[in-house]
């Protein structure tokens, strides 16, 4: 059992550049989100969705797009980087939404 | 707005004593309350989830307290080892609400 499988684990970008962030689940878990993780500040969350087809809004959603054709990916999508970017993202699943998550290890993204 | 704190501070303690930890929040009504740890360049993990209704929970040597009156969240780690050293983060959730709002977490350093 894999878990929550994220990649790539590392990724430099110049501003403006388009990327997509990986991340996928094996344990037909139909919640999952993403959060991003600057020092100092607790975990944010980006996006969200509750089942396949479904995604909704989190806390810091600008500059971001998600997309849930499968139960098991869930791929974050950054449009155009900006240096304000530059952060540890997370993404975590749940068998719901009020169950404890289980995260991947994170993508760390520079954007320069 | 909603606004979650944990000592920024880290705490430093000698091996075999015990650590509390502490979760205090604002703004808010939760109806559970989960606490992760979190290793240096790793995600998150699920240790422990008390609900509003539950005063006290208790997994091996770890102890979840949860004082709806004071806004309060308090874990204990007895006992204490080096391997416990970390940081941990609290979340709160609520049921009419998708989001999990994480604090900034405290940074745990246990002393041989």
């Known amino acids: 059992n894999a878990g929550v499988t994220q990649t790539p684990k590392f990724q430099v970008l110049k501003t403006g550049q388009s990327m997509t962030l990986q991340c996928a689940q094996d344990?037909?878990?139909?919640?999952m989100s993403w959060y991003r993780q600057d020092p100092g500040m607790g975990l944010r969350l980006i996006h969200y969705?509750?089942?396949?087809?479904?995604?909704d809004q989190g806390e810091v959603p600008n500059g971001y797009n998600v997309s849930r054709s499968t139960t098991e990916d869930f791929p974050l999508r950054l449009l155009s980087a900006a240096p304000s970017q530059t952060s540890v993202y997370f993404c975590?699943?749940?068998?719901?939404?009020?169950?404890?998550?289980?995260f991947g290890d994170g993508t760390r993204l520079s954007i320069l | 707005s909603q606004k979650i704190e944990q000592n920024s501070e880290a705490l430093n303690i000698q091996e075999g004593k015990t650590a509390t930890l502490t979760c205090n929040y604002t703004?808010?009504?939760?109806?559970?309350l989960q606490w992760y740890r979190q290793d240096p360049g790793r995600g998150p993990v699920f240790l422990l989830l008390?609900?509003?209704?539950?005063k006290e929970k208790r997994k091996e040597r770890l102890k979840v307290t949860f004082d709806t009156t004071l806004k309060q969240s308090l874990f204990h780690i007895t006992a204490s080892q080096p391997a416990d050293s970390a940081t941990y983060l609290c979340?709160?959730?609520?049921?009419?609400?998708?989001?999990?709002?994480f604090g900034s977490g405290t940074r745990l350093l246990v002393r041989p």
């Open positions: 975590a699943s749940s068998p719901d939404r009020t169950q404890p998550q289980h």
């Open positions: 344990m037909n878990h139909e919640y």
């Open positions: 969705s509750v089942g396949a087809g479904i995604t």
């Open positions: 703004n808010y009504s939760p109806a559970y």
């Open positions: 008390i609900r509003e209704n539950e």
């Open positions: 979340a709160l959730g609520g049921d009419s609400s998708y989001k999990l709002i």
